[in-house]
T-cell receptor, first 117, second 114 residues
Framework: AQSVTQLGSHVSVSEGALVLLRCNYS??????LFWYVQYPNQGLQLLLK??????LVKGINGFEAEFKKSETSFHLTKPSAHMSDAAEYFC???????????????FGQGTRLTINP | DAGVIQSPRHEVTEMGQEVTLRCKPI?????LFWYRQTMMRGLELLIY????????DSGMPEDRFSAKMPNASFSTLKIQPSEPRDSAVYFC????????????FGNGTRLTVT
């Protein structure tokens, strides 16, 4: 079964510093991977997704993630953190189902990102 | 598009009462998901539907929980009777078919059972 592990439930960086949020996946088949962001009192929003095209995926708000099959990783990065990036971030993998067209996402436990002024 | 619409945003009820959460997915989306989020367990998938048919309800915690999708534009999650441990934020999400289709989440219903 597919799964994801996010390393670090809390990450704190200074404004302007590099953001690195780690995600490792487990999948017996080529995975589809996603990063979502959740701001306080809101639902999750899609940041970016990997669907077996380019291994470096660019998303919204300056975030990007690189798929590394050899490391089974899909880490999220941003070169320069902004105060507005403070939120919780979730990595997710799409599972394969026997029923055509039906899919579901399995989420990691989330990483809370804090930005220090 | 208005996005996924959930109601109510907040619900406070007493233990033993019935609670009904509602969701209107994005028009045209044929997959619908109910998630529960708590500090202890994180984001848990409760049940999901494809073309209005329940595909997997293995995440539903107990028989007290039930979900329906009578048509493509409406779904409910019911808890009867409610218990304090059901207190959580419940999210509804919808998507198109396909393994690479992202989920679109509603803003959630914060349920407090006293």
């Amino acid at each position: 079964a597919q799964s994801v592990t996010q390393l670090g439930s809390h990450v704190s960086v200074s404004e302007g510093a590099l953001v690195l949020l780690r995600c490792n996946y487990s999948s017996s088949v080529p995975p589809y991977l996603f990063w979502y962001v959740q701001y306080p009192n809101q639902g999750l929003q899609l940041l970016l997704k990997y669907t077996s095209a380019a291994t470096l995926v660019k998303g919204i708000n300056g975030f990007e993630a690189e798929f590394k099959k050899s490391e089974t990783s899909f880490h999220l990065t941003k070169p320069s953190a902004h105060m507005s990036d403070a939120a919780e971030y979730f990595c997710a993998v799409s599972t394969i189902l026997l029923i055509q067209g039906a899919q579901k996402l399995v989420f990691g436990q989330g990483t809370r990102l804090t930005i220090n002024p | 598009d208005a996005g996924v619409i959930q109601s109510p945003r907040h619900e406070v009820t007493e233990m033993g009462q019935e609670v009904t959460l509602r969701c209107k997915p994005i028009s045209g989306h044929n997959s619908l998901f109910w998630y529960r989020q708590t500090m202890m367990r994180g984001l848990e998938l409760l049940i999901y539907f494809n073309n209005n048919v329940p595909i997997d309800d293995s995440g539903m915690p107990e028989d007290r929980f039930s979900a329906k999708m009578p048509n493509a534009s409406f779904s409910t999650l019911k808890i009867q009777p409610s218990e304090p441990r059901d207190s959580a934020v419940y999210f509804c999400a919808s998507s198109l078919e396909g393994k690479d289709s992202p989920l679109h989440f509603g803003n959630g219903t914060r349920l407090t059972v006293t």
